[in-house]
């Protein structure tokens, strides 16, 4: 079945070190989203990407870097200069956002926490 | 900018009664569309169903329909005849023509016997 990948699905960080989320789809979607979700709250997106090489900063995205090198993949790193990484992280794709009325599908999610 | 506002942070309903979720928006674009995801305590979100702002008809999916009032800016969400597996938080979004999403805070609803 198509879908989209999350992995690890708990990770742990410990202070100054990176860490990176995995996020593989195979729904042949051009975009890709990354979101992180703060307990009680909303999603807020961090990063986006509409196709290959390319990506654009959300809302949040200081303290954090992605790569878009292949269309199923888009990583994303956790740097050390995100003091507060400890969130759940979701990982969306959709088909070109050119069509607005396209649901973004989700993975099941990655939870962050500081050791 | 693009705010989601959804002012019920909990709801309770018992199984098999009718339960509106309450979604307000703001845009400056002529055109864009709201979503309503479901997610369950695993965490994964799911689409339930999609408005356009130029469709002339409120979306249906199931027993999922969206209350879409334009001049009003709302897209509440109506769940029938609602089951014990129902018991999720529920978010609104919101997408323009920047191609993003824009969720607002959620709202737990809880089922019971």
């Known amino acids: 079945d198509g879908g989209i990948t999350q992995s690890p699905k708990y990770l742990f960080r410990k202070e100054g070190q990176n860490v990176t989320l995995s996020c593989e789809q195979n729904?042949?979607?051009?975009?890709m989203y990354w979101y992180r979700q703060d307990p009680g709250q909303g999603l807020r997106l961090i990063y986006y990407s509409q196709i290959v090489n390319d990506f654009q900063k959300g809302d949040i995205a200081e303290g954090y870097s992605v790569s878009r090198e292949k269309k199923e993949s888009f990583p994303l790193t956790v740097t050390s200069a995100q003091k507060n990484p400890t969130a759940f992280y979701l990982c969306?794709?959709?088909?070109?956002?050119?069509?607005?009325?396209?649901?973004?599908?989700f993975g099941d999610g990655t939870r962050l926490s500081i050791l | 900018a693009q705010k989601i506002t959804q002012t019920q942070p909990g709801m309770f309903v018992q199984e098999k009664e009718a339960v509106t979720l309450d979604c307000t928006y703001d845009?400056?674009?002529?055109?864009?569309?709201l979503f309503w995801y479901k997610q369950p305590s695993s965490g994964e979100m799911i689409f339930l169903i999609y408005q356009g702002s130029y469709d002339q008809q409120n979306a249906t999916e199931g027993r999922y329909s969206l209350n879409f009032q334009k001049a009003r800016k709302s897209a509440n969400l109506v769940i029938s005849a609602s089951q014990l597996g129902d018991s999720a938080m529920y978010f609104c979004?919101?997408?323009?023509?920047?191609?993003?999403?824009?969720f607002g805070t959620g709202t737990r609803l809880q089922v019971t016997l």
């Open positions: 845009t400056s674009d002529p055109s864009y569309g």
């Open positions: 729904l042949n979607h051009d975009a």
């Open positions: 979004a919101l997408a323009g023509t920047a191609s993003k999403l824009t």
């Open positions: 969306a794709s959709s088909l070109p956002t050119l069509y607005s009325n396209q649901p973004q599908h």
